[in-house]
């Protein structure tokens, strides 16, 4: 690991539009489920976001809307927090939930989208953690353990906001410390958690992320 401190104000791993962000590449292994955050503009926040299947945006179809019941037992909103923030968990993941795209509907014109790519592995997936929900409170610390199976540069980042890389930082005003903790692992250690804390987080390995979501009470 690099041991170095480069701090990005970079979206690095992720995809994202002025008005759309999310992951935009996630391993996950063949039969568990995954939580995929859609965050949104302030400009959408009453309108209806969506999750639409497919590589081509003309012909996905959707799967799951916040105004509705989902098309699928595979789909769960859990429009947490904020109507800015609309997260997906994709249940019992084949090798057919590949491409996907985060939505929301647009009176008088176009739908707003992003795109993102998720990859079934019967194996050891390229990057995922213990859970995807950490709580912590305020001024206290958290550790998250991202485990990963290629080389490359690790780098913790918040969704929209900013990264941190090699083995100090910062996040919002929060201190970040990543560390090898062994073969395949590192920690990613949060301290003096605020409230401006709490958000989407995602463990960035080359091209691919595992989401994680702090809360901080």
């Not at 995807?132 to 929209?160: A, D, H, P, S």
């Amino acid at each position: 690991m690099a041991v170095h401190l480069s701090f990005l104000l970079i979206f690095t791993g992720l995809a994202g539009s002025h008005s759309i962000t999310t992951v935009s590449k996630v391993s996950v292994k063949a039969g568990e489920e995954i939580t995929i955050p859609c965050l949104y503009d302030s400009k959408y926040i009453n309108n209806v976001k969506y999750l639409c299947k497919g590589y081509y945006w003309s012909s996905c179809s959707t799967e799951i809307r916040t105004d509705s019941q989902s098309s699928s037992k595979s789909f769960q909103s859990l429009m947490i927090k904020s109507k800015k923030s609309s997260p997906v968990t994709i249940k019992d993941v084949t090798n057919k939930d590949t491409d996907y795209w985060c939505a929301v509907e647009v009176n008088g014109r176009l739908d707003d989208k992003m795109y993102f790519q998720l990859t079934a592995t019967g194996g050891t997936p390229s990057v995922s953690v213990d859970r995807q929900e950490i709580t912590g409170f305020k001024g206290g610390n958290i550790n998250i353990n991202c485990y990963y199976r290629n080389f490359g540069v690790m780098k913790w980042c918040k969704l929209g906001r900013s990264c941190v890389t090699g083995s100090s930082g910062s996040i919002d005003g929060t201190g970040v410390t990543i560390s090898e903790s062994g073969p395949g692992v590192f920690t990613v250690t949060m301290s003096g958690l605020r409230t401006e804390s709490s958000g989407w987080y995602s463990c960035v390995k080359e091209d691919f992320q595992m989401p994680v979501h702090v809360t901080v009470t």
